[in-house]
Protein backbone atom coordinates (compact mmCIF):
# COMPACT_ATOMS: atom_id res chain seq x y z
CA UNK A 1 0.00 0.00 0.00
CA UNK A 2 1.46 3.17 -1.47
CA UNK A 3 1.70 5.95 1.65
CA UNK A 4 2.31 9.59 1.85
CA UNK A 5 5.83 10.82 3.49
CA UNK A 6 6.40 13.59 5.31
CA UNK A 7 6.54 16.96 3.09
CA UNK A 8 10.12 17.47 1.82
CA UNK A 9 12.62 20.59 2.16
CA UNK A 10 12.41 23.79 3.33
CA UNK A 11 9.70 25.35 4.68
CA UNK A 12 7.98 28.51 5.89
CA UNK A 13 5.07 27.25 7.61
CA UNK A 14 2.61 26.90 4.95
CA UNK A 15 0.05 24.85 4.64
CA UNK A 16 1.04 21.82 1.86
CA UNK A 17 -1.98 21.11 -0.46
CA UNK A 18 -3.45 17.87 -0.17
CA UNK A 19 -2.42 17.08 -3.70
CA UNK A 20 1.18 17.30 -2.99
CA UNK A 21 1.72 15.06 -0.66
CA UNK A 22 4.97 13.44 -1.91
CA UNK A 23 4.36 9.53 -2.69
CA UNK A 24 5.96 6.63 -0.80
CA UNK A 25 6.10 2.90 -1.49
CA UNK A 26 8.53 -0.04 -0.54
CA UNK A 27 7.78 -2.84 -2.81
CA UNK A 28 10.37 -5.28 -4.77
CA UNK A 29 14.00 -4.81 -6.03
CA UNK A 30 13.31 -2.15 -8.45
CA UNK A 31 13.00 1.61 -6.96
CA UNK A 32 11.66 4.63 -9.41
CA UNK A 33 12.45 8.12 -8.61
CA UNK A 34 9.59 10.18 -9.99
CA UNK A 35 10.24 14.28 -10.10
CA UNK A 36 7.87 16.79 -10.93
CA UNK A 37 8.24 19.99 -12.77
CA UNK A 38 8.86 23.68 -11.97
CA UNK A 39 5.84 25.08 -10.12
CA UNK A 40 3.77 21.70 -10.51
CA UNK A 41 3.83 18.90 -7.86
CA UNK A 42 3.73 15.30 -7.08
CA UNK A 43 0.22 15.49 -8.29
CA UNK A 44 1.13 15.26 -12.11
CA UNK A 45 3.96 11.89 -11.33
CA UNK A 46 0.94 10.31 -9.17
CA UNK A 47 -0.93 8.32 -11.40
CA UNK A 48 2.72 7.14 -12.90
CA UNK A 49 3.65 6.53 -9.26
CA UNK A 50 0.51 4.54 -8.51
CA UNK A 51 1.17 2.27 -11.92
CA UNK A 52 4.58 1.56 -10.73
CA UNK A 53 3.66 0.76 -7.24
CA UNK A 54 0.82 -1.78 -8.85
CA UNK A 55 3.86 -3.10 -10.68
CA UNK A 56 5.16 -4.24 -7.20
CA UNK A 57 8.22 -1.62 -7.37
CA UNK A 58 9.56 0.31 -4.73
CA UNK A 59 8.37 4.06 -5.46
CA UNK A 60 9.38 7.55 -4.80
CA UNK A 61 7.67 11.01 -5.83
CA UNK A 62 8.86 13.13 -3.53
CA UNK A 63 7.70 17.28 -3.07
CA UNK A 64 10.25 19.67 -4.59
CA UNK A 65 11.01 22.40 -1.82
CA UNK A 66 8.85 25.56 -2.28
CA UNK A 67 6.29 23.25 -4.18
CA UNK A 68 3.03 22.57 -3.64
CA UNK A 69 2.50 25.46 -0.96
CA UNK A 70 2.44 29.06 -2.65
CA UNK A 71 4.37 30.74 -5.04
CA UNK A 72 6.04 33.57 -2.89
CA UNK A 73 7.69 29.83 -0.95
CA UNK A 74 8.74 28.62 -4.16
CA UNK A 75 10.54 32.21 -4.60
CA UNK A 76 12.80 31.73 -1.50
CA UNK A 77 14.14 28.32 -2.95
CA UNK A 78 17.29 28.06 -5.19
CA UNK A 79 17.78 24.50 -7.79
CA UNK A 80 20.25 23.31 -5.50
CA UNK A 81 17.40 22.85 -3.12
CA UNK A 82 15.44 21.01 -5.18
CA UNK A 83 18.43 18.71 -6.22
CA UNK A 84 19.25 18.04 -2.95
CA UNK A 85 16.10 16.21 -2.07
CA UNK A 86 16.01 13.86 -5.44
CA UNK A 87 19.83 13.36 -4.65
CA UNK A 88 18.94 11.63 -0.96
CA UNK A 89 15.98 9.94 -2.60
CA UNK A 90 18.63 8.31 -5.49
CA UNK A 91 20.94 7.34 -2.84
CA UNK A 92 18.30 5.74 -0.23
CA UNK A 93 16.81 3.85 -3.74
CA UNK A 94 20.15 2.76 -4.37
CA UNK A 95 20.87 0.93 -0.54
CA UNK A 96 17.51 -0.39 -0.89
CA UNK A 97 16.85 -1.60 -3.76
CA UNK A 98 19.13 -3.88 -7.11
CA UNK A 99 18.19 -1.40 -9.65
CA UNK A 100 16.98 2.29 -9.44
CA UNK A 101 15.08 4.16 -12.45
CA UNK A 102 15.02 8.10 -12.34
CA UNK A 103 12.29 10.11 -14.23
CA UNK A 104 11.14 13.20 -14.22
CA UNK A 105 8.23 15.75 -16.40
CA UNK A 106 9.88 18.94 -17.57
CA UNK A 107 12.41 20.68 -15.05
CA UNK A 108 11.87 17.28 -12.87
CA UNK A 109 13.48 15.45 -16.13
CA UNK A 110 16.64 18.14 -15.68
CA UNK A 111 17.02 17.58 -12.52
CA UNK A 112 17.08 13.19 -13.49
CA UNK A 113 19.66 13.95 -15.86
CA UNK A 114 21.60 15.57 -13.39
CA UNK A 115 21.42 12.82 -11.18
CA UNK A 116 22.22 10.74 -13.99
CA UNK A 117 25.59 12.82 -14.29
CA UNK A 118 26.76 13.49 -10.80
CA UNK A 119 25.59 9.54 -9.88
CA UNK A 120 26.31 7.63 -12.63
CA UNK A 121 26.80 4.16 -10.78
CA UNK A 122 23.37 4.94 -9.34
CA UNK A 123 21.20 5.46 -11.91
CA UNK A 124 20.56 2.27 -13.96
CA UNK A 125 17.84 3.75 -16.52
CA UNK A 126 15.95 7.08 -17.45
CA UNK A 127 13.10 8.47 -18.36
CA UNK A 128 12.39 11.96 -18.76
CA UNK A 129 9.02 13.51 -20.85
CA UNK A 130 9.21 16.84 -22.09
CA UNK A 131 12.49 17.48 -20.08
CA UNK A 132 13.62 21.49 -20.11
CA UNK A 133 17.59 22.68 -20.19
CA UNK A 134 16.73 25.50 -22.57
CA UNK A 135 14.41 28.02 -23.85
CA UNK A 136 14.49 30.40 -27.11
CA UNK A 137 11.78 32.65 -25.33
CA UNK A 138 12.37 35.97 -24.84
CA UNK A 139 10.89 36.45 -21.92
CA UNK A 140 13.00 33.84 -20.33
CA UNK A 141 16.45 35.59 -21.46
CA UNK A 142 15.09 38.44 -19.61
CA UNK A 143 14.22 36.65 -15.94
CA UNK A 144 18.07 37.62 -14.97
CA UNK A 145 17.07 40.87 -14.99
CA UNK A 146 13.54 41.06 -14.47
CA UNK A 147 13.97 38.91 -11.31
CA UNK A 148 14.76 42.14 -9.57
CA UNK A 149 12.14 44.37 -10.44
CA UNK A 150 9.45 41.71 -10.19
CA UNK A 151 8.62 38.90 -8.16
CA UNK A 152 6.45 37.10 -10.59
CA UNK A 153 4.61 36.74 -13.63
CA UNK A 154 1.83 34.34 -15.07
CA UNK A 155 1.83 30.74 -14.56
CA UNK A 156 2.71 28.29 -17.13
CA UNK A 157 1.08 25.11 -15.54
CA UNK A 158 -1.86 22.90 -16.85
CA UNK A 159 -0.96 23.06 -20.41
CA UNK A 160 -3.07 19.45 -20.93
CA UNK A 161 -5.17 18.85 -23.61
CA UNK A 162 -7.43 16.38 -21.99
CA UNK A 163 -10.41 18.19 -20.55
CA UNK A 164 -10.83 18.60 -16.49
CA UNK A 165 -7.33 17.43 -15.39
CA UNK A 166 -5.23 19.59 -13.35
CA UNK A 167 -1.30 19.63 -12.11
CA UNK A 168 -2.40 21.54 -8.92
CA UNK A 169 0.31 23.76 -10.15
CA UNK A 170 1.15 27.86 -8.74
CA UNK A 171 -0.88 30.29 -11.23
CA UNK A 172 2.25 32.51 -11.39
CA UNK A 173 5.41 31.75 -12.06
CA UNK A 174 8.05 33.24 -9.51
CA UNK A 175 11.06 35.17 -10.95
CA UNK A 176 13.92 34.31 -8.72
CA UNK A 177 13.39 30.43 -8.72
CA UNK A 178 13.30 30.73 -12.32
CA UNK A 179 16.25 32.54 -12.41
CA UNK A 180 18.05 30.15 -10.86
CA UNK A 181 16.55 27.23 -12.82
CA UNK A 182 18.39 28.89 -15.95
CA UNK A 183 21.95 28.62 -14.23
CA UNK A 184 20.69 24.56 -13.47
CA UNK A 185 20.27 24.02 -16.90
CA UNK A 186 23.08 25.49 -17.97
CA UNK A 187 24.88 23.34 -15.55
CA UNK A 188 23.02 19.81 -16.74
CA UNK A 189 23.85 21.12 -20.75
CA UNK A 190 27.30 21.26 -19.54
CA UNK A 191 27.54 17.95 -18.16
CA UNK A 192 25.20 15.78 -20.95
CA UNK A 193 28.16 13.63 -22.27
CA UNK A 194 28.62 12.11 -19.07
CA UNK A 195 25.41 10.61 -19.13
CA UNK A 196 25.75 6.74 -19.99
CA UNK A 197 22.47 5.48 -18.86
CA UNK A 198 19.87 3.94 -21.13
CA UNK A 199 17.23 6.75 -21.69
CA UNK A 200 13.65 6.92 -22.64
CA UNK A 201 12.72 10.51 -24.22
CA UNK A 202 9.00 11.38 -24.44
CA UNK A 203 7.99 14.53 -26.47
CA UNK A 204 4.70 15.99 -27.19
CA UNK A 205 4.38 17.28 -30.41
CA UNK A 206 2.38 19.72 -29.17
CA UNK A 207 4.04 21.57 -26.10
CA UNK A 208 3.09 25.14 -25.09
CA UNK A 209 6.18 24.98 -22.47
CA UNK A 210 9.22 23.35 -23.60
CA UNK A 211 9.95 24.54 -27.35
CA UNK A 212 12.08 21.57 -29.34
CA UNK A 213 15.45 23.25 -28.45
CA UNK A 214 16.04 20.87 -25.34
CA UNK A 215 15.15 17.58 -26.82
CA UNK A 216 17.86 18.75 -29.79
CA UNK A 217 20.27 19.60 -27.07
CA UNK A 218 19.77 16.29 -24.68
CA UNK A 219 19.55 14.06 -27.81
CA UNK A 220 22.93 15.40 -28.88
CA UNK A 221 24.66 15.73 -26.12
CA UNK A 222 24.01 12.39 -24.14
CA UNK A 223 26.83 9.76 -24.23
CA UNK A 224 24.06 6.90 -23.51
CA UNK A 225 24.69 3.82 -26.16
CA UNK A 226 20.67 3.27 -25.76
CA UNK A 227 18.16 6.13 -26.69
CA UNK A 228 14.66 5.78 -27.94
CA UNK A 229 13.46 8.75 -28.44
CA UNK A 230 8.83 8.70 -28.21
CA UNK A 231 6.55 11.24 -29.84
CA UNK A 232 3.15 11.79 -27.81
CA UNK A 233 0.83 12.85 -30.42
CA UNK A 234 -2.72 13.34 -27.84
CA UNK A 235 -0.70 15.01 -25.06
CA UNK A 236 0.54 18.81 -24.32
CA UNK A 237 2.87 19.08 -22.05
CA UNK A 238 1.76 17.61 -18.55
CA UNK A 239 1.91 14.60 -20.79
CA UNK A 240 2.35 12.32 -17.49
CA UNK A 241 -1.71 13.04 -16.74
CA UNK A 242 -3.06 13.80 -20.68
CA UNK A 243 -3.94 11.27 -22.96
CA UNK A 244 -0.26 9.63 -23.86
CA UNK A 245 -0.25 8.97 -19.85
CA UNK A 246 -0.78 5.22 -20.60
CA UNK A 247 1.51 4.94 -23.01
CA UNK A 248 4.06 6.51 -20.93
CA UNK A 249 3.54 3.74 -18.56
CA UNK A 250 3.51 1.04 -21.18
CA UNK A 251 6.59 1.98 -22.62
CA UNK A 252 8.32 2.65 -19.13
CA UNK A 253 7.63 -1.01 -18.50
CA UNK A 254 9.43 -2.24 -21.25
CA UNK A 255 12.55 0.00 -21.27
CA UNK A 256 12.92 -1.10 -18.03
CA UNK A 257 12.37 -5.09 -18.51
CA UNK A 258 14.67 -4.52 -21.68
CA UNK A 259 17.63 -3.05 -20.57
CA UNK A 260 17.46 -3.03 -16.53
CA UNK A 261 15.73 -6.05 -15.71
CA UNK A 262 17.01 -8.28 -18.50
CA UNK A 263 13.35 -9.12 -19.36
CA UNK A 264 11.99 -9.70 -15.81
CA UNK A 265 9.51 -7.33 -13.69
CA UNK A 266 11.12 -7.54 -10.88
Known sequence: ????????????????????????????SVGFLLSHGFTGSPASMRPWGEHLVE???????????GH??????MNRTRWQDWYAVVERELLDLREACDHVVVGGLSMGGCLALRLAEQHPDAVDALVVVNPAVASQRKDIKLVPLLQHVLPSMPGIGNDIKKP??????????????????????KDVRDGLGSITAPLLFFRSTDDHVVDPL???????GVSSPVVEDVTLHESFHVATLDHDAPLIFERTDAFVRQHVTGGSGA
Do not use: C, F, N
Open 214 to 220: SREIVLA
Open 164 to 185: GTDEYGYDRTPLKALASMTQLW
Open 1 to 28: MARPSSATGPTSGTVVRPEATPLVHDGG
Open 55 to 65: QGHTVRVPRLP
Open 68 to 73: GTTWQD
